[in-house]
Antibody, heavy 116, light 106 residues
């Protein structure tokens, strides 16, 4: 069965960076792109970026352009999302999802807390 | 960016009753619209894609309709497990999400 398993919760200081991983199993990793979405407390889901795991092409939300980097390691069937220059407003649950145009598979979420 | 607006913010419904949730797009998204259910502490779960197609394993009491800018999710007879937050999502131009409708027990 398709599974996306994300790395564990993180606590980071303002100005630092965080890198979240998303390990895929149950399907051919390079056949589906991966999106990253976040959800701050009490807020709507927010799309951050996307990677074509077949060729490495990426696309980022304008809001996060310059601060977010999405990569993938096809040998490990794992996607990564790195967010830099963290601020308190980046405290959120970060999700990876498998792209089928819509999102039919989600990781369990990774809580990133930004606090001094 | 396409803005998705859901109404109402909160819907109070008795078990067994019908619930109707609305989602409006700031510009046409054709039928590229999905609906998701989210319970506390869980990832969203896909219910409907392409505006009206139920995802695998989703009960028939969930139905979606609409196209262009106006969409509706209907839950025909609410069960206890259906009390949750529901989001719409457009995927016509990358992804954006609505702010959610909380369906609570009346």
């Amino acid at each position: 069965q398709v599974q996306l398993v994300q790395s564990g919760a993180e606590v980071q200081k303002p100005g630092a960076s965080v890198k979240v991983s998303c390990k895929a199993s149950g399907y051919t990793f390079t056949s589906y792109s991966i999106h990253w979405v976040r959800q701050a407390p009490g807020q709507r889901l927010e799309w951050m970026g996307w990677i074509n795991t077949g060729n490495g092409n990426t696309k980022y939300s304008q809001k996060f352009q310059g601060r977010v980097t999405v990569t993938s390691d096809t040998s490990a069937s794992t996607a990564y999302m790195e967010l830099s220059s963290l601020r308190s407003e980046d405290t959120a649950v970060y999700y990876c999802t498998r792209d089928n145009s819509w999102a039919n598979y989600w990781g369990q979420g990774t809580l990133v807390t930004v606090s001094s | 960016e396409i803005v998705m607006t859901q109404s109402p913010a909160t819907l109070s419904v008795s078990p067994g009753e019908r619930a109707t949730l609305s989602c409006r797009a700031s510009q046409s998204v054709s039928s590229s619209l999905g609906w998701y259910q989210q319970k506390p502490g869980q990832a969203p779960r896909l219910l409907i894609y392409d505006a009206s197609t139920r995802a695998t394993g989703i009960p028939a009491r969930f139905s979606g309709s609409g196209s262009g800018t106006e969409f509706t999710l209907t839950i025909s007879s609410l069960q206890s497990e259906d009390f949750a937050v529901y989001f719409c999502q457009q995927y016509n131009n990358w992804w954006t999400f609505g702010q959610g409708t909380k369906v609570e027990i009346k």
